[in-house]
Nanobody
C-alpha cells in the first residue's frame, strides 16, 4: 500500500523557520514528481512547491519563492520543504502529494496524498 507521511509541522513565530518532511513508500518515490500543497481555513487548496523525479528541478508558487526550498533524498524516499521567513499567511495544513511524471500545480493531477501536518505562524 502506498503511503505518504508528513511530519515537522508546528507553531512558530513570524520570521521563524520550519522543515517539513514527507516519507514515502519506495514504489511511490521512484519516477514520481512530488508536490507540497497547503490549505488554510476557508480557502482552497493551493500549490506551494514541487520537484521533479529525474532532474530534481524545483517549482515554487510566487508567494513562497525565495523563502521556501523543496528538496528530495531519493535514497531515503523522502521529500523536504524548508520554510524560512515564515509569515502568518503561511498558516495552513500542509500536504505532500505524488504523481507519476511531471510536476503539476493542479492538485487534481496527483495520485497519492499524505494526511497533512499543521503549520501555524503567530504574529
Amino acid at each position: 500500500q502506498v503511503q505518504l507521511v508528513e511530519s515537522g509541522g508546528g507553531l512558530v513565530q513570524a520570521g521563524g523557520s520550519l522543515r517539513l518532511s514527507c516519507a514515502t513508500s519506495g514504489r511511490t518515490f521512484s519516477r514520481h514528481a512530488m508536490g507540497w500543497f497547503r490549505q488554510a481555513p476557508g480557502k482552497e487548496r493551493e500549490f506551494v512547491a514541487g520537484i521533479s523525479w529525474s532532474t530534481e528541478t524545483p517549482y515554487y508558487a510566487d508567494s513562497v519563492k525565495g523563502r521556501f526550498t523543496i528538496s528530495r533524498d531519493n535514497a531515503k524516499n523522502t521529500v523536504y520543504l524548508q520554510m524560512n521567513s515564515l509569515k502568518p499567511e503561511d498558516t495552513a495544513i500542509y500536504y505532500c502529494a505524488a504523481r507519476l511524471g511531471a510536476v503539476y500545480i493542479d492538485g487534481e493531477q496527483y495520485d497519492y496524498w499524505g494526511q497533512g501536518t499543521q503549520v501555524t505562524v503567530s504574529s
